[in-house]
Every structure is written in C-alpha cells, then in structure tokens.
C-alpha cells in the first residue's frame, strides 16, 4: 500500500495505462483485458491488472489535473515499481490544422505549472516525454496503419478562462493542442529516471466549438485504446 494506492506490493504491472477518468479504466480493463482484477477503488480512483496479448498490463486512473497525476504516477512509479506509464486523454485543439478524432503522441509538454519547479528543482515551461515509449508508440501506429501525429501540447492548470486566445506559453513553444496532465507526468518520470508517453485524441476544437458527443466519446477512444495496448506489450 502506498498513501493513495491500496493495492497490494506486486499487483501492479511494470507498464501501466492511465486514462484520467476511473470509468474510463474500468471500460478498458473489462472490454480489452484478459482476466483482469480490480486492485485499487480507494477514492474510486479504479486501478486493474490483467494482461493483453499474453503480457502483464495496468490500467490506473490518474484523475484530472497535474496534482493528481502527480500523486497517483509519482506511487506508481516509487513504490509499485512501475517502469513506464503512457497517459491516453482526450485534448482540445488550439488550431482547426487539428481535426476531431486526431491522434496525437506527445513530443514535449508545456506548461506555466510550477509543479517541476517546485516539486523537482526542473526549469522551464517544456518537459519531453521520457524513455522509448514514444517512439515505440510510432511504430506500433505504423504497424497498425494508423494515422498518428506527433506535437507539442500545453498541458494547462485551467479549462475555464475568460478568453479564447490561445495562452503564451503555448503560443510560445507551438503547442496545437491542450490537455492538463502530461506535464507533471513528464516531471515525474524524468526526476526518477522512469519511462512516460502521452497519447491524446482530439476531442474538441477549441476554434470551431466542435466536440465529440457524449456518446461518441466511448467507441471514438477505441482506436487510442488500442494503438496503446499494442505499443506497451512492446516496451
Ligand atoms: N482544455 C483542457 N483539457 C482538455 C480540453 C480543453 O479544452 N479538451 C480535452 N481536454
């Protein structure tokens, strides 16, 4: 057990999924896991080991937020012995070159958060994803003959704000998308020398106010779900 996870030591895979939302890591686990078994529901944060394709996997929710992931991949990470955790979210599009349904690799993570900065000494407002995850996750899309782009993101502290435009951090290092999360996930993995990705489908266009329904948001995942599952069988 650590202070947010109840799991027990050793029922968490080395790799590790983690969707922000718990349903979301239910869904996953009961429609594409092969016997999985609930590990974790303190907070209703639900956590699942199974095993896809005959390899072990972990789908955690992280909840939404830089502080939340933080805590969540930070435990995973240090006391569960997780070695690589690739985040799949949904983002909005700063830029109609973005189109609903885009799958998006994260390259770097920007953000105006001062959790680097204070949780690890980290400078600056850009962490890269960590590790051979990323690239392993391009290859699998090939493979799969999947269309996947890669960008960099802002990975934003707010989603309600005055304004439309486009904040200047993200203005700043060409970021086309936003979610809120990578960026502390990035942070993490980095100071502790662990592997992180960060794939993302476009599910609103921030410019045209298009957005994928409510409906559509379960079955439009599937294509992220399973690019990511057949990427972390390979790392
Ligand atoms: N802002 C922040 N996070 C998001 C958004 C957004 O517009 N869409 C999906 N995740």
Redesign the pocket.
Request: net charge negative; glycine share 16%; hydrophobic share 35%.
């Given at each position: 057990m650590s202070i947010h996870i109840s799991a027990a030591k050793g029922a968490i895979a080395k790799t590790v999924l983690m969707p922000g939302d718990p349903l979301r890591a239910k869904y996953i686990a009961e429609n594409f896991l092969e016997a999985p078994v609930l590990v974790n529901q303190t907070r209703n944060m639900y956590m699942y080991t199974g095993s896809y394709q005959g390899s072990p996997i972990s789908i955690c929710a992280s909840g939404m937020g830089c502080p939340s992931i933080g805590i969540y991949s930070f435990e995973l990470y240090t006391e569960y012995e997780v070695e690589t955790i690739v985040r799949i979210?949904?983002?909005?599009a700063y830029t109609t070159e973005l189109e609903l349904f885009d799958l998006i690799n994260v390259d770097n993570a920007c953000s105006e958060s001062t959790f680097a900065k204070y949780a690890w000494g980290i400078e600056g407002s850009m962490i890269a994803h960590q590790g051979p995850a990323f690239s392993i996750i391009n290859e699998t899309a090939a493979a799969q003959g999947k269309k996947l782009k890669t960008c960099n993101i802002h990975s934003?502290d707010i989603?309600y704000r005055k304004t439309m435009d486009t904040p200047e951090v993200a203005v700043e290092h060409h970021c086309l998308a936003?979610?809120?999360e990578a960026f502390a996930l990035f942070a993490n993995a980095r100071h502790l020398g662990k592997n992180a990705a960060t794939l993302l489908t476009v599910?609103?266009v921030?410019p045209t106010h298009k957005k994928i329904s409510a409906d559509q948001r379960e079955t439009a995942l599937v294509p992220m779900m399973e690019l990511a599952l057949g990427a972390t069988i390979k790392i």
């Open positions: 979210g949904t983002c909005g934003s989603f936003v979610e809120m599910s609103d921030i």
